[in-house]
Structures are given as C-alpha cells and as structure tokens.
C-alpha cells in the first residue's frame, strides 16, 4: 500500500528492517528458520503483521503439536543461498529481457484468428 512504501522511503528503522526480512534469501536454507525467529525477536511487534505474511508463506507457521505447516513459497524455491554460492544467476533476468523484446515487436490491438 502507499502508507508502507512512504514509511519506506521515509522511517530508516522501518526500511532497514525490510531489508532484514529480504536478507533471509542468502541465509543457508537449513539455517532460515532460526535466522527468521530470531529476526522475529530482534524486530518485535513494530514488524508483526509483516513478519506473520512470511511466515505464513515462506517459512511455515507453527502448529499447536510445535511442528511447522508448510509455507505456501517452500524455502528451496525463494532460496539463493547456493545460487549465490555458486556465482549462479539468482533472478530470470535473461528471460525477462527476452520478453521485454519480444513485446516491443506484438501489438495487443490486432487479433488472432
């Protein structure tokens, strides 16, 4: 929403803890789920809401029994850890860029018969 982006741009403790959360990507996946409690801890109840969206989707919610749920993102698909490790590519940029090309030569106003 455009109350959060503006509380980006503007609080340094707000942005700072942002890219906290996005920091989580280059943590070892083993190690995620520990990185992320103690983030939990370390942010408080400023980042809440913000911190149960990821948990929810990317690291799972604990279940009365103490286990994890399933994230709905599971952590091997949003990781870069290895991927950085390995000077592998971390984002689909060549494919972006490919479709950003291919856009510039379609039109969306003829048909196709």
Do not use: C
């Not at 850890?81 to 479709?99: F, G, H, I, L, V």
Request: no cysteine.
């Amino acid at each position: 929403s455009q109350g959060l982006q503006k509380k980006y741009e503007d609080v340094f403790d707000f942005a700072n803890g942002i890219h906290k959360i996005a920091a989580l990507t280059f943590i070892n996946p083993k190690d995620v789920v520990n990185a992320f409690a103690e983030l939990s801890i370390h942010l408080g109840d400023r980042f809440q809401s913000m911190l149960d969206y990821y948990e929810d989707n990317y690291i799972g919610w604990f279940r009365a029994n103490g286990s994890r749920a399933h994230p709905l993102f599971g952590i091997k698909y949003w990781n870069v850890y290895d991927r950085t490790k390995n000077s592998q590519m971390r984002t689909n940029n060549s494919t972006e860029a490919w479709n950003r090309r291919i856009s510039k030569h379609m039109t969306t106003d003829k048909k196709i018969s």
